[in-house]
């Protein structure tokens, strides 16, 4: 059976360029992962990496036209509007008859399959969660000729109009998976993804990642000899050295975590490698963090969403200041600068909540690298459905909906102070995102003097940011009029310092 994948071309919103809450960092394996189970199980399979090649919708629809696929699947990654130029071209091949039957998998359609559905006539189904099983036994009913199937992990609309759907169990043992296919453009990357895990034993409210897999969800891992000969096989065909684990959390629960990741580390250290994982606070410990780092480990995300305990508290995260404090320390000993995860700005933020984060930041020597302070120093809550706050704050009313599309909600601040500091910063550092989207991508030089003009940069967003949260604490609210002032202010003098 032919089976094409494709990753669809995404549109560019300046507004929301730095968003980094898309979809899991994971969800770049899932079309690999997928396409490898259907490849095992003797199909000709494909994967179109629209999206990284930059190809047209034009040019998907040429390149179907030439394969003209049994099963056509579409990664849909994230919108923020419904996206008619999607469904256009679904519409268009299916109409064509390039195709006799097409599916949507991801995050975004696993939560939002309802509308995706009654939007697009030419989607026949949605696969919920995990996609590689449904897939599996989705092709093998198509290729049968099935008149009817109902299979676990798949919504689709019945011939009343109603939509019917089920979710399945998550795989269990991750070994028993084919390793992913991989298109030449992800080979392009600086880094080989890897994915050792699934899951997270965490609940943080802010976060999607278990609710996508099941209902009460939790981490599931490779064994690390299972990885190992995934990157071993990497480094042969591919000469590969750099690789990043994908894994929302890296090291699992407890005392079992610790011993997996220094297992994994053990068996790393004689191939010279270099790597970078995300994790929980709660996680780094000295001795595993040591071990990683003798074997490869270069560079870290972890989420400390806040410098407030109360914040902290609200997001579930179930850490400490003081942990996270900690975490940095330990790092810092081993030589890893971590990046962080932050939200400055939260609904149900305060003045002195702000003001605790901003000196938590300074505290911590985290407000040094330009590209790090300009992502905590605007960062509000996104607020995505599937996420415990998603129904939280609209059931309290705090929740903007856009008439175009509920997968995303703007949650209201009950503070109107912090509200005009989170839009002040956010449209500054907006300016500066835009302007150095191509340098920190690397499609193009950085300017002269780099160093320099980047810490006037730093400065000049740690002073706006201060300036302003005091002039607020002092009773000073600004009126519309000034603050689209300030905000252009702050933009010409982005301008001036790199263009000088």
């Known amino acids: 059976m032919k089976i094409l994948l494709i990753e669809h071309p995404r549109a560019f919103n300046p507004q929301r360029c730095n968003d980094i809450a898309n979809t899991p960092l994971s969800s770049c394996l899932i ?46 990654v994230y919108q923020w509007h419904m996206d008619r130029d999607l469904f256009n ?13 097409i599916t949507a998998y991801g995050f975004y359609p696993s939560f939002y399959f309802e509308q995706i559905l009654r939007e697009c006539s030419a989607i026949d189904s949605v696969i919920l969660g995990e996609p590689e099983l449904v897939f599996s036994e989705l092709a093998d009913a198509l290729n049968r000729h099935a008149q009817s199937f109902d299979i676990p992990g798949l919504a689709r609309l019945d011939r009343c109009g109603n939509i019917t759907s089920s979710r399945r169990k998550p795989v269990e043992n991750l070994d028993s998976l084919p390793f ?11 880094e080989v993804n890897l994915q050792g895990s699934r899951g997270c034993y965490g609940q943080c409210t802010f976060c999607c990642i278990n609710p996508f897999y099941a209902n009460g969800s939790r981490w599931r891992s490779r064994s690390p000899e299972n990885i190992v000969a995934e990157i071993d096989l990497l480094m042969a065909q591919r000469g590969s050295k750099d690789f990043y684990f994908t894994d929302p959390n890296f090291f699992g629960p407890g005392s079992r975590g610790q011993r997996r990741a220094i297992s994994l580390a053990s068996l790393l250290k004689s191939r ?45 995260k179930m850490t400490t ?20 995860g932050f939200i400055m700005f939260e609904p149900y933020s305060s003045l002195e909540d702000i003001r605790t984060n901003l000196e938590f930041l300074q505290r911590n020597g ?18 995505l459905k599937g996420s415990p706050a998603f129904q939280m704050l609209r059931s309290q009313g705090l929740l903007e909906l856009s008439p175009s599309t509920a997968y995303e909600g703007t949650a209201a601040f009950v503070d109107t102070r912090v509200a005009s500091l989170a839009e002040l910063m956010r449209q500054v550092t907006n300016s500066l995102f835009l302007r150095m989207m191509g340098i920190w991508s690397e ?6 003097g780099a160093k320099e003009k980047y810490a006037k940069l730093n400065d000049l967003l740690v002073d706006l940011f201060e300036f302003h949260l005091g002039r607020l604490e002092n009773g000073r609210l600004l ?7 300030e905000i252009s202010g702050a933009v010409d003098r982005i301008g001036r310092i790199l263009d000088t």
């Open 180 to 190: 992913p296919m991989r298109t030449e453009a992800m080979f392009r990357l600086p």
């Open 31 to 76: 079309s690999g992962y997928a396409a490898g189970v259907l490849a095992d199980a003797g199909h000709n399979v494909d994967i179109l990496e629209a999206y990284l090649e930059d190809l047209s919708y034009e040019t998907v629809k040429d390149r179907i036209s030439g394969m003209r696929p049994d099963l056509l699947g579409v990664h849909m």
């Open 366 to 383: 985290l407000l040094n690298n330009l590209p790090v302070t300009a992502n905590v120093l605007y960062h509000h809550q996104i607020v």
């Open 479 to 485: 009126t519309n009029e000034e603050k689209l002032a």
């Open 89 to 101: 071209l679904l519409e268009e091949v299916k109409q064509g008859g390039l195709t006799k039957y």
């Open 272 to 316: 010279n490698i270099s790597f970078g994982i995300e994790g929980r606070v709660n996680d780094i410990n000295d001795e595993a963090i040591e071990l990683l780092v003798e074997a490869g480990l270069r560079h870290i995300l972890i989420g400390l969403e806040s410098g407030n305990d109360v914040s902290l508290k609200r997001f579930n």
């Open 321 to 340: 200041v003081a942990r996270n404090e900690r975490a940095i320390s330990i790092l810092r000993k081993h030589s890893v600068e971590p990046n962080i």
């Open 443 to 448: 499609r193009e030089p950085a300017p002269v």
